[in-house]
């Protein structure tokens, strides 16, 4: 999940280029979800929620799909990926303090110190760039929205446990998925009008099959299943990996040597995983 969010950030800033944000939701999650209802038909069982958990599976796909990815792809094209790198990493903490206030969870002081760890490591992977960050008042906007993005999938998380430990994180994924889906292509509909598709180069349009296929249909996944065996806090940990997948790509891909400091934050970021993984006290089931 994390290599995969991490090549996606790149992907999108690139995608951007040649789409509107609209555009670009309204393409790339009926990808998304047809690539999950594929998947979701094979399984045995009911393929459908019972009527008493329909309202809050919506919900959840108003927090983790419309909601969130409104706030994520217009925050991400206002702002530097630094930035939204760097306030999408205060998920951990959001969410710690939501299954703690819900009684999912019961943090004590070393998964604090872990997440604090994490977080402190992820501040010196991006701002080890030096040239990353920058909270003007150019970016003022994005950066709001992608704090929002941090509470909202915080949200969608924590929400979603009970009803994906009880049908499963394929069949959660695939509902609240498409519960979004329809209303992101309704939006997105002016801006496909008024997009001129002979200017979008075919970069774009690889960037847009994987960002649904891959970071919103498979992550997704991978994601409820992190939440169905791991708890909600040690999976929301994991999300600090994230950047350190997308040093490793600019590395790998576009020559960009990693500096002292960002190697030091990959460290810690590591460091912090496992102590929050290993301290982390039993959840009540």
Request: aromatic share 14%.
């Given at each position: 999940?994390?290599?995969?969010?991490?090549?996606?950030?790149?992907?999108?800033?690139?995608?951007?280029?040649?789409?509107?944000?609209?555009?670009?939701n309204a393409l790339r999650f009926p990808l998304a979800s047809l690539a999950l209802w594929t998947l979701v038909r094979r399984l045995p069982g009911a393929s459908r929620p019972k009527?008493?958990?329909?309202?809050?599976?919506?919900?959840?796909?108003?927090?983790?799909?419309?909601?969130?990815?409104?706030?994520?792809?217009?925050?991400?094209?206002?702002?530097?990926?630094?930035?939204?790198?760097l306030l999408l990493a205060t998920t951990p903490i959001w969410t710690v303090i939501l299954s703690s206030a819900v009684g999912h969870?019961?943090?004590?002081?070393?998964?604090?110190?872990?997440?604090?760890?994490?977080?402190?490591?992820?501040?010196l992977v991006i701002a080890g760039r030096g040239d990353a960050l920058d909270f003007g008042n150019d970016s003022l906007r994005g950066d709001l929205l992608m704090v929002v993005s941090a509470i909202l999938w915080s949200i969608y998380t924590v929400g979603g446990r009970t009803l994906v430990r009880k049908y499963g994180a394929l069949r959660m994924t695939?509902?609240?998925?498409?519960?979004?889906t329809p209303v992101l292509v309704l939006m997105g509909v002016p801006s496909l009008l008024s997009t001129d598709f002979s200017a979008v180069?075919?970069?774009a349009w690889f960037g847009v099959l994987f960002s649904g296929v891959f970071a919103i249909g498979v992550a997704y996944l991978l994601w409820y299943r992190g939440v169905q065996r791991l708890g909600n806090s040690r999976t929301a940990v994991y999300s600090n990996l994230v950047p350190v997948a997308a040093l490793i790509t600019a590395w790998i891909w576009l020559g960009e040597v990693p500096t002292g400091p960002q190697i030091a934050g990959a460290g810690v970021i590591l460091v912090g995983l496992s102590v929050a993984r290993l301290a982390q006290a039993p959840e009540p089931s």
């Open positions: 999940m994390a290599a995969i969010w991490g090549v996606n950030f790149s992907v999108l800033k690139l995608v951007l280029r040649d789409l509107d944000p609209l555009a670009l009527p008493g958990d329909v309202v809050r599976i919506l919900a959840l796909g108003i927090f983790g799909n419309i909601a969130y990815q409104l706030c994520f792809i217009f925050g991400l094209d206002w702002t530097l990926a630094g930035n939204a790198s969870e019961r943090p004590g002081t070393w998964v604090f110190a872990g997440i604090l760890g994490t977080f402190a490591g992820m501040f695939t509902w609240t998925l498409s519960a979004g180069s075919t970069g």
